[in-house]
């Protein structure tokens, strides 16, 4: 019987025994997760949200989500032919860069490009956003806020007062610029003013299949390029 990719040991050195620990523990994780799944997706995220990928752990129940450090998943998937879980997925090792998760999957490359290609989640933005359109709120009253809350949109920057008992604009205001990211008492406006500019999305970057092997669909420094990214934490399995 030859002998299984999955049988080697892999040594991390200079790390404490709690560190060494998890990181072994996430080394048998990510092989288990190679011999169960016939599909390895890799991709990159915009406008990360923990809620909304939680909502996807959930909607694919069937699959595996995984999120960790580049360094110790290509360790676990091995960074040479010699080395290597599975038949040529040292390959994808060498496409772990930046910002990225992993899709480990049963489901076609058709079905889920498709879904990749299709899904977003329109989200509030957070500070450091690049907003792809200006935003001016009109001079006037603005009847949907109370009253309590007119200090409140003074201390953000906003030129308001109370007249006659109605939060009042005192003049056009622009909140945000296309191309200036945003500052945090300007996301805080545009959420209390229920304008979602941010998209979650999900961007494909690679695939790896039993059969065929690994895949290069894009690159993260050429989706850099055109969307927008937010580093943001992530759990990690």
């Known amino acids: 019987m030859p002998k299984s990719k999955r049988d080697k040991k892999i040594s991390l050195t200079k790390t404490s025994k709690k560190g060494k620990i998890l990181k072994d523990h996430i080394l048998e994780d990510v092989k288990t997760c190679v ?3 016939n599909r390895v997706f890799l991709f990159t995220y915009a406008n990360m949200r923990n809620d909304k990928l939680k909502s996807l752990r959930e909607q694919w129940s069937g699959s595996r989500f995984f999120f960790g450090k580049n360094k110790i998943i290509a360790h676990g998937f091995g960074l040479t032919p010699e080395t290597e879980v599975a038949d040529g997925i040292h390959k994808m090792s060498k496409a772990l860069k930046g910002q990225c998760g992993l899709l480990f999957t049963n489901k076609t490359k058709k079905d889920v490009l498709g879904w ?6 329109e989200d509030f933005a957070r500070a450091g956003f ?10 006037g009253p603005l009847p949907d806020f109370s009253h309590a809350i007119e200090p409140h949109l003074r201390q953000l920057g906003m030129p308001t007062a109370l007249q006659k008992g109605v939060v009042t604009l005192l003049q056009d205001y622009e909140v945000c610029k296309v191309g200036v990211p945003l500052t945090p008492e300007q996301a805080r406006i545009l959420k209390l003013f ?3 500019l941010a998209t ?3 961007i494909p970057l690679g695939f790896y299949s039993k059969k065929k092997g690994y895949t290069q669909l894009a690159t993260p420094e050429a989706e850099a390029g055109e969307e927008q990214m937010e580093a943001e934490d992530v759990d990690e399995t």
């Open 194 to 196: 229920g304008r979602q």
């Open 200 to 202: 979650f999305k999900l």
């Open 116 to 121: 990749m290609e299709g899904y977003g989640e």
């Open 130 to 139: 690049i907003p792809t359109e200006t935003i001016v709120l009109p001079e």
């Open 35 to 37: 011999e169960k799944y």
